[in-house]
């Protein structure tokens, strides 16, 4: 179902089928915004399911209508946040409320500045220090990466609240070899889940092949 990038293991490519076909449905420029979403939810699906095969889990008696067995659940001590970059990642978080029920969602709102390609902050609704960052594990939601700079600095905001990278991982829809190229210079065992990475970042920075800016195709705001 996954494959790993050749000299980077910490970045997992999922390869399932239906990730391949819905991945396809968000590439072509005729898809609707209501096709568009309903694709990117489904990849969503897949992609949370590679990002979290690593969870630990723990061994716990449940009582069936026939007897009582041993059971695995997610390590209870373990607090899970899914941090949405507003707003292209909103669509993400919705599916992993449904993945994760049990995470708390902390949103996190930048924009890029389209001359300097730079984030621009104007929402964080992350606390100012975690009470265990050991034991707390962050999920950062956005379609693409491409310059790299919002995840960057995103990964940046956790990490200075004393998260441990090993804890932080990162989930996208695609990536560009320029922005990945980025985040491994600081944070080369960061864990990141996409469904492909593409060619390059065009002179705006937006990544080819690529499918167009996503907030703008999933909330339906294209400017023809």
């Known amino acids: 179902m996954t494959t790993t990038l050749v000299n980077d293991p910490n970045t997992i490519v999922c390869e399932?089928?239906?990730?391949?076909?819905n991945l396809t449905i968000i590439r072509d420029k005729n898809s609707s915004s209501e096709l568009f979403r309903n694709a990117v939810r489904r990849l969503t699906y897949l992609l949370?399911?590679?990002?979290?095969?690593?969870?630990?889990?723990?061994?716990?008696?449940?009582?069936?209508p026939m007897t009582e067995c041993k059971t695995q659940v997610l390590k209870k001590d373990v607090k899970i946040i899914l941090a949405p970059i507003l707003r292209a990642g909103l669509i993400f978080s919705d599916i992993a409320s449904e993945v994760l029920p049990t995470a708390s969602i902390r949103h996190i709102g930048m924009y890029r500045d389209e001359k300097s390609l730079k984030p621009v902050w104007y929402y964080d609704k992350t606390p100012i220090m975690f009470d265990d960052p050991q034991k707390t594990i962050v999920f950062i939601l956005d379609p693409m990466i491409a310059t790299g700079n919002s995840a960057l600095d995103c990964i940046k905001l956790f990490a200075s609240k004393r998260i441990p990278v090993k804890n932080i991982r990162f989930v996208s829809l695609i990536a560009a070899p320029e922005g990945l190229s980025k985040i491994r210079k600081n944070f080369p065992d960061l864990k990141i889940t996409t469904a492909h990475v593409d060619e390059t970042l065009?002179?705006?920075?937006?990544?080819?092949?690529?499918?167009?800016d996503a907030g703008?195709?999933?909330?339906?705001t294209v400017e023809n």
Do not use: M, W
């Open 16 to 21: 399932h089928p239906l990730c391949q076909q």
């Open 48 to 64: 949370l399911y590679t990002a979290t095969q690593d969870l630990e889990t723990e061994e716990v008696t449940t009582v069936t």
């Open 216 to 220: 703008d195709r999933i909330f339906n």
């Open 202 to 212: 065009s002179k705006t920075g937006y990544i080819i092949p690529g499918l167009g």
